[in-house]
């Protein structure tokens, strides 16, 4: 049961580039979730899918952009990359709206130089 | 910014018992209080979760207080493998968008 899945796990850019991160789920979960840790900080929301074809800003949305390509995967954007997105990137997802757990990928290692 | 206070640091022996503290000041009767924990820079692990009532579950037990002000996670025989920072968190959005603090860095010591 591979839960939440993203790619890659790592990947270097240099500042400019573009880049979009993967992430899919095999539970049927109807909301996804981006955040991105910075060191030694809790996770902060990037952006949101609280259903299959809706996506909503978060706390820190600046320089991403992000589509719902079906229920399964929810992909994160970054258009022209900048040092200060160097962190760790964090896909979820949960059943439904409602009182329910998000599930956690294991993480995307990112750094822009 | 996160809406919960919690140390930042504990240690626990393993095999004691291990209870982290958090203050959830601003909480609303319809906030869920979860926890999570973060294992080396893993994805964050969902532990329990509760509104009023204590909760048991496999992993840990939660205790919250009867004003809500106060909840306490309770891992009963702590091990090396639950070394860990741990989030609690108030969930106040039906959409289910977490607020993560710094959390607590737990470290379990043989």
């Known amino acids: 049961n591979a839960g939440v899945t993203q790619t890659p796990k790592f990947q270097v850019l240099k500042t400019g580039q573009s880049m979009t991160l993967q992430c899919a789920q095999d539970m049927n979960h109807n909301s996804m979730y981006w955040y991105r840790q910075d060191p030694g900080m809790g996770l902060r929301l990037i952006y949101y899918?609280?259903?299959?074809?809706?996506?909503d800003k978060g706390e820190v949305p600046n320089g991403y952009n992000v589509s719902r390509l079906n229920k399964r995967e929810f992909s994160l954007r970054l258009e022209s990359a900048a040092p200060s997105q160097t962190s760790v990137y964090f896909c979820?997802?949960?059943?439904?709206?409602?009182?329910?757990?998000?599930?956690f990928g294991d993480g995307t290692r990112l750094s822009i130089l | 910014d996160a809406k919960t206070t919690q140390p930042p640091s504990m240690d626990c022996a393993e095999g004691r018992a291990a209870n982290l503290p958090c203050n959830h000041s601003?909480?609303?009767?319809?906030?869920?209080v979860y926890w999570y924990r973060q294992i080396h820079s893993q994805g964050p692990q969902y532990i329990i979760h509760g509104l009023k009532n204590n909760e048991t579950n496999e992993m840990a037990s939660l205790i919250i207080t009867e004003d809500r002000k106060s909840s306490t996670l309770i891992l009963p025989h702590a091990t090396l493998r639950d070394t860990a920072v741990y989030y609690c968190?108030?969930?106040?959005?039906?959409?289910?968008?977490?607020?993560f603090g710094a959390g607590t860095q737990v470290v379990v010591t043989p």
């Open positions: 899918s609280a259903s299959e074809g809706t996506t």
């Open positions: 968190i108030d969930l106040s959005d039906s959409w289910g968008k977490l607020q």
């Open positions: 979820a997802s949960r059943p439904q709206a409602g009182n329910q757990p998000q599930h």
């Open positions: 601003t909480i609303s009767g319809n906030e869920y």
